[in-house]
């Protein structure tokens, strides 16, 4: 069972990020990551940018995943995104 699922959540609502292929990574939650894995939390990282997920993919992939929380980073020009992913995944799920 996976303690935790980080998601770098996407930054387009309908189609693929054209560019996705020269993200910068996201450092914080590779460092978020490090720190709950060498605290002895099982964890999962999906990058929906690099990965090109939409949000009604994100909310199928966390509807279906065994994590107790979730954690999602957010960004001024993405917080309609995160909120409708918050909104629509199963409720019995902990964002974080």
Do not use: H, W
């Amino acid at each position: 069972m996976t303690d935790v699922l980080l998601i770098n959540t996407p930054v387009f609502q309908a189609n693929r990020d054209p560019e996705a292929g020269f993200s910068v990574p996201p450092i914080g939650m590779g460092y978020i990551y490090t720190q709950l894995t060498l605290s002895g939390y099982e964890c999962q990282f999906i990058d929906a940018v690099v990965n090109s997920l939409l949000p009604n993919e994100i909310i199928k992939t966390i509807d279906q995943c065994d994590a107790e929380y979730i954690g999602l980073n957010i960004f001024s020009s993405n917080f309609d995104i995160v909120r409708f992913i918050v909104e629509n995944a199963e409720p019995q799920k902990i964002f974080s």
